[in-house]
């Protein structure tokens, strides 16, 4: 069974006092018998260019098993998110944005937020977008109208809700098709229910932290599902859903 983990980050973070090294995410992936992982710098990085570029060459270092995604404050002149975007899709490989909601105080309604989701279109990228702590702004209901607007954009609910705001996390993928859900923080019964609610294809496992994968992995484990369901959270959506051209196992 090929695993993903969606949700990964290095380097610094300003904002929850934060530090990753790419040794300790490669060891922990290593560990936990992880594949492949989707990789961000933290909100609150000092300098996220040179995070990208760390990222970058980590996934030369690792051709198929690290993946980069843009994780840039969007209060900045469009322009300047456009062209690293650009920079990090086209040049570097990237496969997403993220959206910070808490992490670069950012409404997700708001008109810096949909240059992140007018980028994502017209880089054709899926956006990933924090869900739970900080609200309002990262209610995942507050997506609603952004996820309904760009249709064509595949949405990633960062936490599904982080537990508090999972039913949230469901209603707004039971509305859109376009809305995925990512599982790090939740509990066994809120996965198995978001899966025999909206189904496994829908649903994708994440870290947030090289110590949290393992307890993720057993999470996803005791929640008794079957063998292709963990199949699809464990890798297959993630690898779909974002286009990963991943190496065989």
Not at 15 to 28: G, H, Q, R, W, Y
Not at 61 to 82: D, Q
Request: charged share 20%; net charge negative; proline share 6%.
């Amino acid at each position: 069974m090929f695993i993903v983990d969606a949700h990964a980050h290095i380097g610094d973070c300003g904002v929850f006092d934060l530090f990753v090294t790419p040794a300790e995410l490669i060891n922990s992936m290593d560990q936990c018998g992880v594949h492949a992982a989707i990789v961000m710098p933290f909100p609150g990085a000092r300098d996220v260019k040179r995070i990208h570029d760390e990222i970058a060459e980590l996934g030369q270092k690792y051709p198929g098993r690290i993946f980069g995604m843009v994780n840039m404050n969007p209060h900045c002149p469009p322009e300047n998110y456009f062209a690293e975007a650009c920079r990090c899709i086209k040049q570097l490989g990237f496969v997403g944005l993220k959206l910070h909601t808490i992490g670069h105080a950012v409404n997700p309604i708001s008109q810096d937020a949909r240059v992140v989701f007018q980028t994502a279109r017209e880089l054709s990228v899926p956006v990933m977008v924090h869900t739970g702590p900080g609200i309002p702004f990262a209610l995942p209901t507050l997506l609603l109208p952004i996820a309904k607007e760009f249709f064509d954009v595949k949405i990633v609910v960062a936490h599904a809700g982080f537990i508090l705001f999972t039913s949230e996390a469901y209603i707004l993928a039971n509305e859109c098709r376009n809305v995925y859900l990512e599982t790090s923080w939740l509990f066994p019964d809120d996965i198995r229910w978001l899966v025999s609610a909206v189904s496994a294809k829908r649903v994708m496992m994440g870290s947030d932290l090289p110590r949290n994968l393992q307890p993720t992995l057993q999470i996803i484990e005791s929640a008794n599902l079957t063998e292709d369901e963990k199949r699809w959270i464990l890798g297959q959506t993630a690898i779909e859903v974002f286009g990963l051209k991943v190496k065989e196992v």
